[in-house]
């Protein structure tokens, strides 16, 4: 069993819609939870982390966390084309040893039309 | 710009060769975490190194290997390269050993034929 899943898109919304990404995840230990947004032929970029059950916006993206129900989203207001892009969900589990590794999803692919 | 950096952006390599791929944290950051990326798929865990020691490693065999130095940059090592090898290799640092923040550099792409 995949130890972090999303919706596997791809997702298409119209400029200025809403775009909601989902992920759950198994390890009920995680604490952390991040969002990240990877354009094509770069690398993942950090675009919000949260920590508590409940919500957490930064301009125009708010992420919602239940740890209960094992569920982490992304919502994305007023969706602009430049928002297309492979959007990661990553949680943070003990590795072996000390160390704290992330753990990802295989992204959901946003496209945003014009 | 996360301040952390990857050498070589591209590397061609044959099946059996060796390949080291470097990274530098940011600044303050001491612990670098490496990943690996195939087509379509979320990054990986290789391993992470925590003040010149290894302190963690995902599922991959020995011929991975890695060192981090006094200054926190990293190598990635990886001998015997087979075709599956063909990824994106990823470096992430952040500061101290539950480092829960990690930032990307810009990868380097590997191509193994």
């Known amino acids: 069993q995949k130890e972090v899943e999303q919706n596997s898109g791809p997702l298409s919304v119209p400029e200025g819609a809403i775009a909601s990404l989902n992920c759950t995840y198994s390890?009920?230990?995680?604490?952390?939870f991040f969002w990240y947004r990877q354009y094509s032929g770069k690398s993942p970029e950090l675009i919000m982390s949260i920590y508590s059950n409940g919500d957490k916006e930064d301009g125009r993206f708010t992420a919602q966390l239940n740890k209960a129900s094992q569920y982490v989203s992304l919502l994305i207001r007023d969706s602009q084309p430049s928002d297309s892009a492979t959007y990661l969900c990553a949680v943070n589990v003990i590795s072996s040893g000390s160390a704290r590794q992330l753990t990802f999803g295989s992204g959901t692919q946003l496209t945003v039309l014009p | 710009e996360t301040g952390v950096t990857q050498s070589p952006t591209h590397l061609i390599k044959t099946r059996g060769q060796q390949v080291t791929l470097r990274c530098s944290s940011q600044s303050g950051h001491n612990t670098v975490s490496w990943y690996q990326q195939a087509l379509g798929q979320g990054p990986q865990f290789i391993f992470q190194y925590y003040r010149e020691e290894e302190n963690g490693r995902g599922n991959f065999p020995p011929r991975f290997s890695g060192l981090q130095f006094p200054n926190y940059s990293s190598e990635l090592n990886v001998n015997a390269l087979e075709l599956d090898d063909s990824a994106l290799y990823l470096c992430a640092s952040s500061q101290g050993s539950s480092g829960e923040t990690q930032y990307f550099g810009p990868g380097t792409r590997l191509l193994v034929l």
């Open positions: 390890d009920r230990v995680s604490q952390s």
